[in-house]
């Protein structure tokens, strides 16, 4: 049986005798396995204590009534010698309490001089400041395919004998000899289908594959495609709750994008490196790119309308939502973001206004302790070693935020630059706003419009139609081209009341990056 995963690398924090190890996870089932995996190649005692039953011995049974409260264990365990892994659930909230706060350093400081570690689990898991700088930090990573496909095998051969083989052209469970059941999914061709249930797994905890695939077998007794679909919403519904990300299914991705000839002609080329044509020319599958320019011009639009017209579903990740106050917790929402991300390749990753996450990247990142360094190093890695059809879209208001190694040639397949929309543009613009507002477009004048919003964007002549209309149902008449007119002279656009920021930002674009048209 393959090892869990983080095997080794826990194995070597053991080793390197660390007196205490920190994992924060609800996952106690996976803890155990690795601890198990670890503590016997290590040949070590392993001892687990909860609040509720004390210290034993690996499941076995209760060593000391004496052991029920944290500050008792503590002090246990500062009396001895052997050498082992104590796993302590829970710990955490009761370290606010001073005295067993103390009696767990002076029980490192005992550790430290032997070969016995303390691991401490629990979510959140919040450790005094004290603690938190003698203690090491453990992730435990989402299951790999090996870890999934053991969960699924023995899933099937528990389950088996209770289910009944639907005739269906899906992964199933068949007959096999002597009355036993073949724990294989096969479809009526025999062939293997469990990389596509395996792949579909990918992103989920161990815990959340086991509930799914679970409920998929006992509703069907097999594992059909109805199986992968339902794993795919249950991937959505996480990303949902998850907060960082927003999913943007591909059916109901209708956006339009007015004008960006350049970009949509790279479109169209670098789609070919998706292609089994590209596989056998050991060409890698395009990376991403990065759109720089004007606020209101299109970028978000942009990466809407590269997902629609690649057919494949949009993820959006907010930056800004990656920072959280706890130490840790920013790289691991990154993490967390890219791993289901991953999972669910092919698609498009839209990562807005990137600048926000990255900026600390510049200096020394003094202003969040280095937080922003972190992420922007976490990021560059990713980004130049992913292995998944992620195709990221970074888009971004402020060059003078990005950290110069970013916009290097290399880290993106390319940088186009976004500028105020011209005459045909600005046209296009028009069309598409009065058509989804139901307007019949003929009735307007669309050249008189595009020249008398020359220096508008995008998303202000949006909001001149939005406001016209609103103005042409308070007088009950219909919305007309003077009516719109009238509307452009009352705003102010941003190329006038950011000018000079605007022209600074051409001159930085200008021989760098590709204009977008």
């Keep these: 049986m393959n090892p869990p995963t983080g095997t080794h690398d826990f194995r070597t924090l053991i080793r390197s005798s660390h007196p205490l190890i920190a994992i924060d996870t609800v996952e106690e089932d996976r803890v155990l396995a690795l601890l198990q995996?670890?503590?016997t190649q290590e040949r070590m005692p392993l001892f687990e204590w909860s609040l509720t039953r004390g210290l034993t011995r690996s499941d076995g049974p209760t060593l000391s009534k004496l052991t029920a409260t944290p500050l008792a264990l503590l002090q246990h365990l500062h009396g001895l010698t052997v050498e082992a892994v104590f796993w302590l659930k829970d710990l955490a909230p009761h370290l606010q309490d001073p005295q067993v706060a103390r009696q767990l350093r002076e029980v490192a400081a005992v550790f430290c001089r032997s070969r016995a570690t303390c691991v401490i689990?629990?979510?959140?898991?919040?450790?005094?400041?004290?603690?938190?700088?003698?203690?090491?930090?453990?992730?435990?990573?989402?299951?790999?395919?090996?870890?999934?496909?053991?969960?699924?095998?023995?899933?099937?051969?528990?389950?088996?004998?209770?289910?009944?083989?639907?005739?269906?052209?899906?992964?199933?469970?068949?007959?096999?000899?002597?009355g036993q059941a073949d724990t294989t999914p096969r479809t009526d061709d025999g062939t293997d289908e469990h990389e596509t249930v395996l792949r579909a797994l990918r992103g989920l905890t161990l815990h959340q594959a086991r509930q799914i695939v679970t409920q998929c077998l006992v509703?069907?007794?097999?594992?059909?495609?109805?199986?992968?679909?339902?794993?795919?919403?249950?991937?959505i519904q996480l990303i949902k709750d998850g907060g960082l990300l927003e999913y943007y299914p591909l059916e109901d991705n209708q956006f339009e994008l007015g004008g960006f000839a350049n970009l949509k002609a790279w479109l169209d080329r670098t789609q070919m490196g998706f292609t089994d044509e590209a596989k056998a020319l050991n060409l890698?599958?395009?990376?991403?790119?990065?759109?720089?320019?004007?606020?209101?011009?299109?970028?978000?639009?942009?990466?809407?309308?590269?997902?629609?017209?690649?057919?494949?579903p949009l993820l959006k990740l907010d930056a800004g939502r990656l920072f959280d106050k706890f130490v840790g917790e920013s790289e691991k929402n990154f993490r967390r973001a890219i791993e289901m991300a991953e999972s669910l390749s092919p698609i498009v990753l839209w990562i807005d206004e990137i600048e926000k996450a990255m900026a600390g990247g510049r200096g020394d990142g003094e202003a969040d302790a280095g937080l922003s360094r972190r992420l922007f190093g976490a990021f560059l890695t990713w980004l130049q070693e992913k292995k998944q059809e992620v195709f990221v879209i970074a888009t971004a208001n402020d060059l003078s935020s990005l950290p110069p190694e970013l916009l290097r040639k290399g880290r993106f397949d390319e940088i186009f630059f976004v500028d105020l929309p011209d005459d045909e543009e600005r046209k296009a613009i028009w069309r598409i706003h009065l058509h989804l507002r139901k307007q019949d477009v003929t009735r307007f004048d669309l050249t008189k419009l595009a020249s008398a919003s020359d220096g508008f964007s995008g998303s202000e002549i949006e909001q001149v139609v939005v406001a016209s209309l609103y103005q042409a149902l308070y007088q009950r008449t219909p919305l007309t081209t003077d009516l719109l007119i009238e509307e452009l002279t009352k705003t102010v656009p941003l190329s006038v009341t950011r000018h000079e920021d605007i022209d600074e930002l051409r001159r930085t674009a200008y021989g760098r990056f590709i204009s977008v048209r």
């Excluded at 992730?139 to 269906?168: A, F, I, K, V």
């Excluded at 509703?219 to 991937?235: F, H, P, T």
């Design 37 to 39: 995996s670890v503590t």
């Design 121 to 178: 689990t629990g979510h959140p898991l919040i450790l005094p400041p004290d603690i938190e700088r003698l203690a090491v930090r453990f992730e435990l990573r989402l299951p790999d395919t090996n870890e999934l496909r053991s969960m699924l095998h023995n899933l099937l051969h528990s389950l088996g004998p209770r289910l009944t083989p639907q005739p269906t052209d899906a992964v199933r469970l068949t007959p096999s000899k002597a």
């Design 284 to 312: 890698p599958p395009p990376r991403g790119i990065m759109l720089v320019g004007v606020p209101g011009c299109g970028k978000s639009l942009a990466a809407k309308a590269v997902a629609r017209s690649w057919q494949l």
């Design 219 to 235: 509703e069907n007794g097999c594992l059909s495609a109805s199986a992968v679909q339902a794993i795919i919403k249950r991937k």
